[in-house]
C-alpha cells in the first residue's frame, strides 16, 4: 500500500517542476487543447447525428409501435453516446501522446536531465518518424486491451447493485493502470523498453501505477483539466519510470527496504530483422 503514496507524490512532483518550468509547459498544453477540439469535436457530432445512425442500424424496428420504437431507439442512442464518451476517455492520452510526440519527447528529457544525478538523459537515438511508428503501434496495441475491459465492464455495470457500485471502482483502477502506461511510454520508450516488459514493470507494482493514475484519471474525466495536467503528468510519469527501473534521483539514494529491478531487455525489432 506504500506505493500509493509513493505514485501520487511522483504526480504532484510532476505537476511542481513543470510549474517551476514555464517554457515547458506552455509547449506541453499545445498537443492537449488540439486533441481536446478534435474529440469535442467528435462529441458533438456523434450527439447530433447518433439518431439518424441508430434509425439507420435498426431498420428492423421501423414498423414498431409508439412507444417502443422511441424507447428502444432512444436507450440505444445513450448508449452509443455513453461509448463514445468512454473510448474518448481511453483513448485521449494515446491521441494526446501521439500529436504531441516531439513536444512530450523533449519535456520528459529536460525532466530526466534535470532530476539525474550526472544531469545526463538516456536516448534511443532512432529519426523521429521511427519513435512515431512505434509510439502509435503500442498505444493501439494498449487502446485494444483497454477496450476490451471497457467494453466487460460496460456489460457488467448492467448488474444490479454491483454493476452501480464496485464495477465503476474497478473501471477507475483499469482506466488508471493503462493511463500510466501510456505516459510511462515516452521516457521507457527512449530506454528501449518495449510494450511487453513495460506492462511487466508495472504489473509488478501495480499499486504504484494506480497511486499516480487513478486520481490522474479521476481529473481526466474533465478534459479542460486534462489539458492543464498532461504536461505535468508526462514529467511525473518519467519520474515514474525512473523509480521502476531503479534510477536514482539528484541528491537522493536508493532506498536501501527496495530492490533495484534490473532494465529489461527489449525485445528484437522485426522491422529490423
Known sequence: MRDLGVGFRHLLNGQRWVAQHGRQYGFGLLPGLITLVLYALALIALALWGTDAVSWATPFADDWSSPWQGAFR????????????????????????????????????RTDADVSPD???????????????????????????????????????????????????????????????ELTSVALQRRDVDLRARLALLRSRKTLAWGFGVPL??????????????????????????????????????????????????????ANS
Not at 445513450?78 to 519535456?107: N, R
Not at 477496450?147 to 466487460?152: D, E, Q
Not at 481526466?220 to 508526462?234: D, N
Open 119 to 181: 544531469g545526463s538523459a538516456p536516448s534511443s537515438g532512432r529519426p523521429m518518424w521511427r519513435e512515431l511508428w512505434i509510439s502509435a503501434r503500442d498505444s493501439l496495441r494498449v487502446l485494444v486491451r483497454a477496450c476490451v475491459w471497457g467494453v466487460l465492464l460496460f456489460a457488467l455495470g448492467f448488474l444490479p447493485v454491483v454493476g452501480q457500485t464496485v464495477v465503476p471502482v474497478i473501471g477507475f483502477f483499469v482506466t488508471g493502470f493503462f493511463l500510466t502506461e
Open 74 to 109: 432512444g436507450f440505444l442512442t445513450v448508449v452509443l453516446f455513453a461509448l463514445g464518451l468512454l473510448l474518448a476517455v481511453l483513448t485521449f492520452t494515446a491521441a494526446t501522446l501521439l500529436i504531441g510526440q516531439p513536444f512530450y519527447e523533449s519535456l520528459s528529457e
Open 217 to 270: 484519471g479521476l481529473a481526466f474525466l474533465v478534459p479542460v483539466v486534462a489539458v492543464f495536467l498532461m504536461p505535468g503528468a508526462v514529467a511525473g510519469a518519467t519520474l515514474l519510470a525512473r523509480d521502476l527501473l531503479g534510477e536514482p534521483l539528484a541528491g537522493e539514494r536508493p532506498e536501501s527496504d527496495r530492490p533495484v529491478i534490473a532494465r529489461p531487455r527489449p525485445a528484437p525489432d522485426k
